[in-house]
């Protein structure tokens, strides 16, 4: 009797366990078989390289949006990892241990807040400053770069504070043992051993940034064209997405989905590149 | 720049210095502005009307939405808490060796993790709104969420079951319990509060989802009558009041109340972790 | 070699040398590591221990305490109940009767009496030791395997603990894996001596204390090596 109970258990977390594995496969799966015939229908050139999006007219080239990701990515990342690995450097070494626990609060709420609440702030302050500093309407790539930036913060302190943690105390002594000071201990011998940490956080914040939807949607404009300054108006992947199910139908609501695919098709990619940051660092 | 702790050291020093005492004090300013922001301008418009039974167009009323993420929240949990669970059960206890089958399941644990919420949102609409006739209910938005807090609650779960002491196994299994006497009663009581931060922080993810929710839960701001009812947890509410922009000291408002859930929920996360690393101590 | 009833055999021997590796393999703890594959067997009343027995029951007939102390993260009582709850027993005034029989036996009880539903993690390291007999007895097995149960305490709490083993012999079978030849020479019975993983030699205590037969044995006993 214990012994059937103990084996059908074994099965029962086994199955537990590949839960995980059946929601990839289904999520895949239904992405795929709803995205990929639009792609098919609309030519997988007329969907990636079109640079017009009209649904009325049955145009549905997501260039614009692919650029727009791109571009909103680069400038989150562009403003917000220096400023990340550095905080993460001060928590890790240069933090009065008093201070220690409220800034990890901090960090920890930062990852917390909703979405939608960066979303507003971004809406209510950051618009109207640009607006004020530069005089152009607010809504764009600036406000949109800004906002990711220091949304994707907390995750590029945290991971790099880990990764720096990591690292073997004797490094770090056997500088300060060699007469380094702190600061040139941890910036030249410490923070290049956590190398491939402190990428693997830059990776998963490009993740959250280019996945990033209820935050973009609300500051940077959502004009479905190829932008031409930091100021201009642009639309992505994702709010391309959550501005229009609303109301689509037929090949335009598949047109959206596909537009879902080229966006997991990405983070797939980033995934991929994470992992393997991920487990060149714990080989080290 | 005479200062004690800078007494002695070269110019790059100090300037490395500086520059990450800098960056932390962007990352705080940053927030605090934020936060400080949104309480000043949301603090003096929060009244009776915003927390009044009904909602109405008129009252913008936050108390459905709230009880709707608490609803939403419980049943993402019951489905997600025993999976997560379970599975880290499975990988800590059962297959210790990484096999195969074990790295498979880590992966796509990981590739979980890093999928955005709109493409949750999306396979759920797919999925759960439509293939399965579920419609915008609570039911498609908590199946929805539970996949997408799957892998937070499998990793803090692996992580705390992992950090109870070897000797702790071997000496029940040399009591001659079983295995899953071993692991009921002495394995998970030892890793449950580790267990309880992520399910903290999986409810934090909840509470400030919704990009995911909007196609598979909906927007109706009225309280469910069953599963299958259509809602609109706090976040989606808050979304509609930012967009519509009708109400915009209503969304301050809405926006201090979520606020101060999440800043609670993180609080809570934090002083449990703070716990176990206390109470290892012991051993 | 062939262990007899009621009696304390002392293994000892250089580190590595396989003692607990042995004392791991009669209640089959090392069922546990991966790739361990034995050969040889091992006997319980004549009947082989891999084969004939429920590896559950074995370890019901065969306690074990640790070399380290490791008590449950829950209190005092709910430690030594967990093996009898563990083998069936519910009934509570029996449950509350094995408490009080156990920890007497493991002389503890008048030290935790008014605390049994406190934390035995707040025990000191030789009450928790004697707390981890106590919970090895309360299931009343034949045989006691103690694994260095003192290698980890300080010398009076090592006394305490020798003294519990010595009035424990009256009911159990006792095999002690120990580092300390003194303590060996002080409590057993009969003592056996491991080199490299073989079994050198295997007499009474005073015996091999004495007159040891083997110049290994002679030279380790000295304290030639270690």
């Given at each position: 009797?214990?012994?059937?109970?103990?084996?059908?258990?074994r099965?029962?977390?086994?199955?537990?366990?590949?839960?995980?594995?059946?929601?990839?496969?289904?999520?895949?799966?239904f992405?795929?078989?709803?995205g990929?015939?639009?792609?098919?229908?609309?030519?997988?050139?007329d969907?990636?390289?079109?640079?017009?999006?009209?649904?009325?007219?049955?145009e549905?080239?997501?260039?614009?949006m692919?650029l727009?990701?791109?571009?909103?990515?680069?400038?989150?990342?562009?403003?917000?990892?220096?400023?990340?690995?550095?905080?993460?450097?001060?928590?890790?070494?240069?933090?009065?241990?008093?201070i220690?626990?409220?800034?990890?609060?901090?960090?920890?709420?930062?990852?917390?807040?909703?979405s939608?609440?960066?979303?507003?702030?971004?809406?209510?302050?950051?618009?109207?400053?640009?607006?004020?500093v530069?005089?152009v309407?607010?809504?764009?790539?600036?406000?949109?770069?800004?906002?990711l930036?220091?949304?994707?913060?907390?995750?590029?302190?945290?991971?790099?504070?880990?990764a720096?943690?990591?690292?073997?105390?004797?490094?770090?002594?056997?500088a300060?043992?060699?007469?380094?000071?702190?600061?040139?201990?941890?910036?030249?011998?410490?923070?290049?051993?956590?190398?491939s940490?402190?990428?693997?956080?830059?990776?998963?914040?490009?993740g959250?940034?280019?996945?990033?939807?209820?935050a973009?949607?609300?500051?940077?404009?959502?004009?479905a064209?190829?932008?031409?300054?930091?100021?201009d108006?642009?639309?992505?992947?994702?709010?391309n997405?959550?501005?229009?199910?609303?109301y689509?139908?037929?090949?335009?609501?598949e047109?959206?989905?596909a537009?879902?695919?080229?966006?997991?098709?990405?983070?797939?990619?980033?995934n991929?590149?994470?992992?393997?940051?991920?487990?060149?660092?714990?080989?080290? | 720049?005479?200062?004690?702790?800078?007494?002695?050291?070269?110019?790059?020093?100090?300037?490395?210095?500086?520059?990450?005492?800098?960056a932390?004090?962007?990352?705080?300013?940053?927030?605090?502005?934020?936060?400080?922001?949104i309480?000043?301008?949301?603090?003096?418009?929060?009244d009776?009307?915003?927390?009044?039974?009904?909602?109405?167009?008129d009252?913008?009323s936050?108390?459905t939405?709230f009880?709707?993420?608490?609803?939403?929240?419980?049943?993402?949990?019951?489905?997600?808490?025993?999976?997560?669970?379970?599975?880290?059960?499975?990988?800590?206890?059962?297959?210790?060796?990484?096999?195969?089958?074990?790295?498979?399941?880590?992966?796509?644990?990981?590739?979980?993790?890093?999928?955005?919420?709109?493409?949750?949102?999306?396979?759920?609409?797919l999925?759960?709104?439509?293939?399965?006739?579920?419609?915008?209910?609570?039911?498609?938005g908590?199946?929805?969420?539970?996949?997408?807090?799957?892998?937070?609650?499998?990793?803090?779960?692996?992580?705390?079951?992992?950090?109870?002491?070897m000797?702790?196994?071997?000496?029940?299994?040399?009591?001659?319990?079983?295995?899953?006497?071993?692991?009921?009663?002495?394995?998970?009581?030892?890793?449950?509060?580790?267990?309880?931060?992520?399910?903290?922080?999986?409810?934090?993810?909840?509470?400030?989802?919704?990009?995911?929710?909007?196609?598979?839960?909906?927007?109706?701001?009225?309280?469910p009558?069953?599963?299958?009812?259509?809602?609109?947890?706090?976040?989606?509410h808050?979304?509609?009041?930012?967009?519509?922009?009708?109400?915009?000291?209503?969304?301050?408002?809405?926006?201090?109340?979520l606020?101060?859930l999440?800043?609670?929920?993180n609080?809570?996360?934090?002083?449990?972790?703070?716990?176990?690393?206390?109470?290892?101590?012991?051993? | 070699?062939q262990?007899?009833?009621?009696?304390?055999?002392?293994?000892?021997?250089?580190?590595?040398?396989?003692?607990?590796?042995?004392?791991?393999?009669?209640?089959?703890?090392?069922?546990?590591?991966?790739?361990?594959?034995?050969?040889?067997?091992?006997?319980?009343?004549?009947?082989?221990?891999?084969?004939?027995?429920?590896v559950?029951?074995l370890?019901?007939?065969v306690?074990?305490?640790?070399?380290?102390?490791?008590?449950?993260?829950?209190?005092?009582?709910?430690?030594?109940?967990?093996?009898?709850?563990?083998?069936g027993?519910?009934?509570?005034d029996?449950?509350?009767?094995?408490?009080?029989?156990?920890?007497?036996?493991?002389?503890?009880?008048?030290?935790?009496?008014d605390?049994?539903?406190?934390?035995?993690?707040?025990?000191?390291?030789?009450?928790?030791?004697?707390?981890?007999?106590?919970?090895?007895?309360?299931?009343?097995?034949?045989?006691?395997?103690?694994?260095?149960?003192t290698?980890?305490?300080?010398?009076?709490?090592?006394?305490?603990?020798?003294?519990?083993?010595?009035?424990?012999k009256?009911?159990?079978?006792?095999?002690?894996?120990?580092?300390n030849?003194?303590?060996?020479?002080?409590?057993?019975?009969k003592?056996?001596?491991?080199?490299?993983?073989?079994?050198?030699?295997?007499?009474p205590?005073?015996?091999?204390?004495?007159?040891?037969?083997?110049?290994?044995?002679?030279?380790?006993?000295?304290?030639?090596?270690?």
């Open positions: 009797m214990a012994k059937v109970r103990e084996s059908v258990m099965i029962v977390f086994l199955l537990t366990a590949l839960m995980s594995v059946l929601c990839v496969l289904f999520v895949c799966f992405l795929f078989t709803n990929l015939p639009a792609i098919a229908k609309i030519g997988p050139l969907f990636l390289g079109g640079i017009k999006w009209k649904p009325e007219s049955n549905f080239g997501i260039f614009p692919i727009g990701s791109l571009y909103v990515t680069c400038g989150a990342i562009i403003l917000g990892v220096p400023i990340g690995i550095l905080t993460a450097v001060f928590i890790a070494f240069f933090c009065p241990t008093r220690k626990s409220a800034v990890e609060f901090v960090t920890s709420l930062m990852a917390g807040i909703p939608i609440i960066y979303g507003f702030f971004g809406l209510t302050v950051l618009v109207p400053l640009i607006n004020d530069f005089g309407r607010g809504k764009g790539i600036l406000a949109a770069s800004v906002l930036a220091i949304m994707i913060l907390p995750t590029i302190i945290s991971i790099s504070q880990q720096l943690e990591a690292v073997q105390r004797s490094y770090f002594e056997g300060i043992a060699l007469g380094a000071s702190k600061e040139r201990s941890v910036f030249f011998v410490v923070l290049p051993a956590a190398k940490g402190v990428l693997a956080s830059i990776v998963l914040g490009i959250r940034a280019i996945g990033e939807t209820m973009v949607v609300m500051v940077a404009g959502n004009q064209v190829i932008p031409e300054s930091v100021f108006g642009v639309r992505t992947m994702t709010t997405i959550v501005l229009e199910m609303g689509a139908a037929d090949l335009h609501r047109a959206l989905i537009t879902g695919v080229v966006l997991f098709v990405f983070i797939l990619l980033i991929m590149l994470f992992s393997i940051l991920r487990s060149k660092e714990r080989v080290q | 720049m005479n200062n004690k702790a800078t007494q002695g050291k070269d110019l790059l020093s100090v300037i490395l210095r500086g520059i990450t005492v800098a932390a004090v962007i990352t705080g300013v940053t927030v605090a502005i934020i936060v400080g922001y309480l000043i301008k949301g603090i003096p418009s929060i009776s009307s915003l927390f009044a039974l009904n909602y109405t167009s009252n913008q936050l108390t939405s009880i709707n993420t608490v609803l939403m929240t419980a049943l993402a949990l019951v489905i997600a808490v025993p999976l997560g669970v379970g599975a880290a059960i499975y990988l800590t206890e059962y297959t210790r060796n990484s096999g195969k089958l074990v790295t498979l399941i880590r992966y796509a644990a990981e590739t979980l993790a890093g999928i955005p919420s709109i493409v949750y949102g999306l396979f759920g609409m999925f759960f709104v439509v293939s399965l006739r579920m419609g915008f209910s609570l039911l498609a908590s199946l929805t969420i539970a996949i997408m807090v799957l892998p937070t609650i499998m990793r803090t779960s692996e992580e705390a079951l992992l950090s109870v002491p000797q702790y196994r071997e000496g029940a299994f040399a009591l001659g319990a079983g295995k899953l006497r071993t692991v009921f009663r002495v394995i998970l009581p030892a890793a449950s509060s580790g267990i309880l931060s992520g399910m903290i922080l999986a409810i934090g993810r909840i509470v400030g989802e919704s990009a995911a929710l909007i196609f598979t839960a909906g927007t109706v701001a009225e309280f009558t069953s599963v299958f009812s259509s809602t609109r947890t706090l976040s989606v808050m979304y509609s009041l930012a967009s519509e922009g009708l109400h915009i000291d209503k969304a301050y408002a809405t926006a201090v109340v606020l101060a999440v800043a609670i929920i609080a809570a996360a934090l002083l449990v972790m703070r716990r176990i690393t206390k109470g290892r101590q012991h051993l | 070699m262990i007899d009833h009621l009696e304390i055999t002392a293994l000892i021997g250089p580190s590595g040398c396989g003692k607990s590796t042995l004392l791991k393999t009669i209640n089959r703890m090392n069922d546990l590591i991966d790739g361990f594959h034995i050969k040889g067997k091992v006997e319980l009343d004549g009947k082989n221990i891999y084969e004939s027995f429920d559950n029951q370890r019901k007939r306690g074990m305490v640790f070399q380290k102390p490791n008590p449950f993260p829950m209190s005092i009582y709910d430690n030594i109940v967990f093996g009898p709850k563990t083998h027993v519910k009934a509570k029996e449950l509350d009767e094995i408490v009080e029989k156990s920890l007497k036996r493991a002389a503890l009880f008048d030290r935790v009496k605390k049994l539903h406190k934390p035995a993690l707040a025990l000191s390291g030789g009450e928790q030791q004697r707390l981890c007999i106590a919970r090895a007895i309360a299931i009343n097995p034949e045989v006691l395997l103690l694994d260095e149960p290698s980890a305490l300080d010398p009076i709490a090592t006394e305490k603990i020798e003294e519990t083993v010595l009035e424990l009256k009911r159990y079978t006792i095999i002690i894996v120990t580092h030849m003194q303590q060996a020479k002080r409590i057993s019975d003592t056996a001596f491991f080199l490299l993983g073989k079994l050198t030699e295997f007499a205590t005073e015996q091999i204390f004495n007159q040891p037969v083997d110049k290994a044995t002679r030279a380790y006993i000295k304290g030639k090596f270690g």
